[in-house]
């Protein structure tokens, strides 16, 4: 059964009758610039083949339902304040929420939602989930939202509903990323470039490998990191770590007293900038020389963010000693996905690579994928 048919199915399951339509928003992965986004700097994901589908209808009381494959009962709910509805539910009540808060009459919905994104590997599946609903509400009520405005909606539902304190990376992937495209955004502005990025026909590939490994702490150390970057800002008297280039880095670590801060800050400098390389190789079709920046991306999250955990690290050393041209950890951290740049045709050795590592060091097996560019949020 496909992901379409799982959330039509769930659908009649739970109400008892067809849905009016089906929406899909994917996952992604961030090729490079992590915790960057919320330092008001750039950005390079692009989406997922996997995806969150939604079927909807409407709703015969006034109110809001959703049900999903992977929890048996529909939640239901009606106009609602942060902390009413709390679990999964919280994800769509937070999208109605700020889609309220934002102005506009939200048309009450029954959902169904399937998914294959897999759920807390750093792939953001709950901003899947939040870009499907929002998309769904805004077609069915005919709001008038534009795109740019979309991902900002979502990332307050997480934010402000669920609590969870995520820059607007996840929301502006599903959202705004295109087929055969990588979203070059500019998180200030909220600017974006649709950057070319069409592996197959150089013969290269970005195998996917989700670490398995128990994804924990995250909440608390996120918000750790994210509050040491906006105090190194301050420090500098600047608005963001933005606004630090890296001719200008070791001015400014001289000027911070802590090492912790100074190491955070040269993450995010270095890691802004890395960025920037990335978009100018891939726009003169030098993508195989992208790999250094990826591996360079890595070593600053492990040694400067410490954000990494062993499984991630040995995935990207296993990755590289297989010949993959660069590999790092992609997502907040603490466990979740590597992406790791090979040779289409070495995409499979370098799994297997990675899959002998994890068994020498004992670890839950790894899943690996090759990824491919896919479409940003849709009506199907
Ligand atoms: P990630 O976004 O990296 O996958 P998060 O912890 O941010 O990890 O989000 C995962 C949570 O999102 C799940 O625990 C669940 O509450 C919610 N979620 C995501 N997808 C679905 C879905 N299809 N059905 C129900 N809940 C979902
Ligand atoms: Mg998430």
Excluded at 204 to 211: G, R
Excluded at 311 to 339: K, N, P
Aim: glycine share 10%; hydrophobic share 45%; charged share 20%.
């Amino acid at each position: 059964m496909s992901i379409q048919e799982a959330a039509g199915a769930a659908f009649r399951q739970a109400y008892g009758t067809e849905p009016a339509g089906f929406w899909a928003a994917p996952g992604r992965v961030n090729l490079i610039g992590e915790h960057t986004d919320y330092n008001d700097g750039f950005v390079l994901p692009f989406a997922l083949p996997q995806r969150t589908i939604a079927a909807v209808g409407p709703s015969t009381d006034g109110r809001w339902s959703v049900c999903s494959t992977i929890a048996a009962d529909p939640v239901t709910f009606g106009v609602t304040e942060p902390g009413e509805v709390t679990g999964w539910g919280a994800y769509v009540a937070g999208v109605v929420w700020a889609l309220r808060e934002a102005g506009h009459e939200v048309p009450p919905v029954r959902i169904a939602l399937a998914s294959d994104v897999p759920l807390g590997a750093g792939v953001s599946s709950s901003a899947a989930m939040e870009s499907v609903v929002l998309t769904a509400l805004i077609d069915v009520g005919g709001l008038d939202v534009p795109l740019e405005k979309r991902p900002a909606i979502a990332q307050r539902a997480e934010n402000l509903y669920v609590g969870a304190p995520t820059g607007i990376l996840d929301q502006s992937a599903s959202i705004r990323c295109q087929e055969g495209r990588a979203l070059f955004l500019d998180c200030r502005s909220y600017e974006v470039e649709q950057i070319p990025f069409d592996l197959a026909a150089e013969g290269l590939a970005i195998l996917v490998i989700n670490s398995n490994a128990p994804h924990q702490h995250v909440d608390g150390e996120y918000g750790a990191r994210r509050k040491t970057c906006e105090a190194s800002a301050s420090a500098l008297g600047v608005t963001a770590l933005r606004d630090v280039s890296v001719p200008e880095l070791p001015q400014a670590l001289e000027r911070l007293d802590d090492d912790v801060m100074r190491r955070r800050t040269r993450h995010i400098v270095t890691e802004n900038q890395r960025v920037l390389d990335t978009v100018s190789l891939l726009r003169s079709g030098r993508v195989r020389e992208i790999g250094p920046l990826l591996t360079a991306s890595h070593a600053s999250m492990r040694d400067d963010f410490e954000i990494t955990v062993p499984q991630v690290d040995v995935a990207v050393q296993a990755a590289l000693e297989s010949g993959a041209y660069g590999a790092r950890m992609t997502g907040g951290g603490f466990g979740g996905c590597v992406l790791a740049l090979v040779d289409a045709d070495r995409a499979d050795a370098c799994a297997a690579a990675v899959a002998t590592a994890y068994e020498q060091h004992e670890f839950t097996a790894p899943t690996s994928w090759v990824a491919v560019a896919g479409p940003g949020a849709t009506r199907l």
